[in-house]
């Protein structure tokens, strides 16, 4: 059962923007960083945000994300219909020491 | 430009070990800057990572399988190693292996990963 809480699914029309909230704790992402990551049907995930706000090459702009305490967001803004798949906020955690997944986002492009 | 491919049978009998491999190719498989994992998705559920190895030797385990599991690497090879025993069909999942480097990102971020393997747990 994974500490870091997510809701189940968020939507939007092409062009919306979108917000995916998560939830962790003192012992998580009140210590350390957060990453986010994109999972597509039928591939690897991808990391999309690292050390709270940062993008990787390659990652577009329209994908952004902030922390706030034991709280994170990932804004898609501009959603597009390639953007339809999982995502899932991560961090390490010290009780106990080990990494971990977010109870993971589907997002639907309506 | 590092590669990972994994390798491992798709299948595997309840109660018997799993062991699936990482093959890193294009660079060194140790840096002092980079630590491994692996992460799986049963069917309908969630990521989880199983475990990380760090440089410096340490390995982190998920608790649920902790007693389960054994993470190693082979630098004459290139090879990141995942062994699970005893398994029965809730470890039926898409296993991944994936890297950190935080010479890259600063981050402790799992930024390459295998294309996955399939492995399902039946008799």
């Known amino acids: 059962q994974s500490v870091l809480t997510q809701p189940p699914s968020a939507s939007g029309t092409p062009g919306q923007r979108v917000t995916i909230s998560c939830s962790g704790s003192s012992s998580n992402m009140g210590k350390y960083t957060v990453n986010w990551y994109q999972h597509l049907p039928g591939a690897a995930p991808k990391p999309l945000i690292y050390?709270?706000?940062q993008r990787p090459s390659g990652v577009p702009d329209r994908f952004s994300g902030s922390k706030s305490g034991t709280s994170a967001s990932l804004v898609i803004s501009g959603l597009q219909s390639e953007d339809e798949g999982d995502y899932y906020c991560a961090a390490w955690d010290d009780s106990p020491e080990s990494y971990v997944f977010g109870t993971g986002t589907k997002v639907t492009v309506l | 430009q590092l590669q990972v491919q994994q390798s491992g049978p798709g299948l595997v009998k309840p109660s018997e070990t799993l062991s699936l491999t990482c093959i890193v190719s294009g660079g060194p498989i140790i840096r002092k800057s980079c630590s491994w994992g692996w992460i799986r998705q049963s069917p309908g559920k969630g990521l989880e990572c199983i475990g990380n190895l760090f440089y410096s030797g340490n390995t982190y385990y998920t608790p649920s399988l902790r007693s389960r599991v054994t993470m190693s690497i082979n630098t004459s090879n290139n090879h990141f190693s995942l062994t699970l025993t005893s398994v029965t069909a809730a470890d039926s999942a898409i296993y991944y292996c994936?890297?950190?480097?935080?010479?890259?990102?600063?981050?402790?971020?799992?930024?390459?990963w295998g294309q996955g393997t399939m492995v399902t747990v039946s008799s």
């Open positions: 050390n709270n706000d």
């Open positions: 994936a890297r950190t480097d935080t010479d890259l990102t600063g981050d402790y971020v799992f930024n390459i």
